[in-house]
Nanobody
Framework: QVQLVESGGGSVQAGGSLRLSCTTS????????MGWFRQAPGKEREGVAV???????MYRDSLKDRFTISKDNGKNTLYLEMDRLTPEDTAMYYC??????????????????????WGQGTQVTVSS
């Protein structure tokens, strides 16, 4: 079992930055694919960014120029650096882990239903 705890959310003005963190209950070093997802009110949960066990990263196309995913295996922590935030980035942000298994194509790593474990989320609110 993997437990995930997000932190770092908050309220920020448009153009600002936030850094989200996700601490796991045990080491995921080199085993799980980790991802950040978000869900705005009335909308479906969507993939934001993922990082594989081998440190391959993938981003939602519309976010790749502003968001950066990284991890520190020694600290069992996943990060999401978010820059130049806009009100459209307002959402609950979730950390998730995907247990290692076959992958038919890379794009599915951004699909929420591919992930086994989820944190409780951290709210990000961007005001104009």
């Amino acid at each position: 079992q993997v437990q995930l705890v997000e932190s770092g959310g908050g309220s920020v003005q448009a153009g600002g930055s936030l850094r989200l963190s996700c601490t796991t209950s045990r080491a995921f070093s080199g085993v799980y694919t980790m991802g950040w997802f978000r869900q705005a009110p009335g909308k479906e949960r969507e993939g934001v960014a993922v990082i594989t066990a081998s440190d391959y990263t993938m981003y939602r196309d519309s976010l790749k120029d502003r968001f950066t995913i990284s991890k520190d295996n020694g600290k069992n922590t996943l990060y999401l650096e978010m820059d130049r935030l806009t009100p459209e980035d307002t959402a609950m942000y979730y950390c998730a882990a995907r247990s290692p298994r076959a992958l038919s194509k890379l794009e599915i790593l951004l699909w929420p239903n591919e992930y086994n474990y989820w944190g409780q989320g951290t709210q990000v609110t961007v005001s104009s």
